[in-house]
């Protein structure tokens, strides 16, 4: 176990997609009774429930996440409940209420309850199409198209406020999209870069909701998980920036992505029918400059697209033949 002054965790959105690795990852480094995983209303897996304790909340309403606080005794908050950037469309007042005031329930209890620390993930949808597409820099225009990016760029400014303001040690990074093999996403943009490997593997076939030169800056869990517990454990006098850090690893097209995936499933056939979901992805940058993560607090991707897909097949494959895809 890992000495650290962060000693009661609370996971918020511990049954979705980051959360869920993001949880048994810190359950490894810090002890398993030390990390409360929560959710709002999914049946959480046996491998979470059965590894640590587990309780149901919902992050709009502030007195069922003070009820855990208190009861655990938490000092430390991974907020990674949202509603992203697809669902956000659909249902924008829903989008608002998580993603705002979720947000700002978990920081107005961070500085009621005096917590070490709190992180609050944003996204390269904060961006928009009047930011430079290549090689985003960390300083650029804000100026989202989506409810999901207005949402991020809130959470951004009201992070960075409660650490100026209150003092409260508020993190967090723009997520770029994340593929993971664990739990799948939902409602996401960035959703067919995950959705792709399940169906070559189980059907040879997919049908990918944006064209083929959808260029997007991507991440595999592994280094999501890296990104995010090695920002929390920065020390805060080495960082200038808090909440809205670039992080990049690998940026490719989803015809690159099909040739890769092609190289270990040779039949493997993709159409592309792109949906509302291309004007999502076309107003999101093609790559980051992360070099302020880098030299505030020594960030570095371990993954490329290659080692990505690698990983990705065999772990999957090996799902599908034991018959639990
Ligand atoms: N993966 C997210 C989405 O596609 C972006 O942060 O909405």
Same mark, same amino acid.
């Given at each position: 176990m890992v000495k650290s002054d962060m000693k009661r965790i609370l996971v918020i959105g511990a049954v979705g997609q980051i959360g869920s690795e993001l949880t048994m990852a810190l359950r490894e480094r810090y002890g398993n009774d030390n990390v409360v995983a929560c959710g709002r209303k999914t049946k959480p897996s046996e491998k979470l429930l059965n590894s640590g304790p587990f309780e149901f909340i919902d992050v709009t309403k502030r007195e069922t996440v003070e009820k855990v606080v208190k009861e655990y005794d938490i000092?430390?908050?991974?907020?990674?409940?949202a509603i992203l950037s697809a669902v956000g469309e659909d249902k924008p007042l829903l989008c608002w209420d998580v993603n705002v005031n979720g947000v700002f329930n978990i920081l107005e209890i961070a500085r009621t309850y005096s917590m070490k620390r709190v992180f609050v993930p944003s996204s390269i949808a904060v961006f928009g199409p009047e930011t430079p597409r290549v090689n985003t820099p960390q300083e650029t225009v804000l100026k989202p198209r989506t409810m999901y990016g207005i949402t991020k760029v809130a959470g951004e400014l009201l992070g960075d406020y409660y650490f100026r303001k209150f003092g409260v040690d508020v993190r967090g990074v723009r997520y770029p999209g994340i593929i993971s093999s664990e739990t799948p996403p939902g409602g996401?943009?960035?959703d067919y870069a995950v959705e792709i490997f399940y169906e070559a593997i189980k059907n040879k076939r997919y049908t990918c909701f944006v064209k083929e030169d959808t260029v997007l800056p991507m991440m595999y869990m592994p280094d999501c998980i890296k990104a995010t517990i090695d920002l929390m454990e920065a020390?805060?006098?080495?960082?200038? !920036? !808090?909440?809205?850090f670039n992080v990049a690893s690998m940026s490719f097209s989803a015809g690159e992505l099909v040739e890769e995936i092609k190289k270990h499933i040779p039949g493997f056939v993709c159409e592309y029918k792109p949906d509302f979901r291309q004007a999502i992805a076309d107003s999101w940058p093609q790559s980051i400059d992360d070099g302020v993560a880098r030299r505030e607090w020594g960030w570095k991707p371990s993954y490329d697209l290659k080692s990505m897909v690698k990983d990705m097949i065999d772990k999957l494959s090996k799902r599908y033949e034991e018959g639990r895809l």
């Open positions: 000092d430390t908050i991974y907020n990674m409940a996401g943009t960035t020390d805060v006098s080495k960082l200038r !920036h !808090h909440c809205d």
